[in-house]
Nanobody, 120 residues
Framework: QVQLVESGGGLVQAGGSLRLSCAAS????????LGWFRQAPGKEREVVAT???????GYVDSVKGRFTISRDSARNTVYLQMDSLKPEDTAVYYC??????????????WGQGTQVTVSS
């Protein structure tokens, strides 16, 4: 059983940056595909960024060029660097993990979520 704990959310002005962290424990970090989802009020949860076991990454079109996902295996931590933030990025951000090579829309494990609010 993997436990995921996010941190780094907060309030930022449009154009600013935040870095989200997700610390994993209770499993073999290298065994999982990882990613970040978000859910804005009144909207469905959507995948934002994924990182497969081989290191390949993917992003939803709305964040390409602004967000970067990365992992630090020594710290069992996955990050989401968010630059040039926009008010429409406001959401609760969730870290997720899946046993296997690729993260799907139905991960095996979820973090508790961290709020990101971008003011205009």
């Amino acid at each position: 059983q993997v436990q995921l704990v996010e941190s780094g959310g907060g309030l930022v002005q449009a154009g600013g940056s935040l870095r989200l962290s997700c610390a994993a424990s209770g499993g073999t970090f290298s065994s999982y595909a990882l990613g970040w989802f978000r859910q804005a009020p009144g909207k469905e949860r959507e995948v934002v960024a994924t990182l497969n076991r081989s290191g390949g990454s993917g992003y939803v079109d709305s964040v390409k060029g602004r967000f970067t996902i990365s992992r630090d295996s020594a710290r069992n931590t996955v990050y989401l660097q968010m630059d040039s933030l926009k008010p429409e990025d406001t959401a609760v951000y969730y870290c997720a993990a899946r046993t296997g090579s690729v993260l799907t829309k139905n991960p095996d494990f979820w973090g508790q979520g961290t709020q990101v609010t971008v003011s205009s």
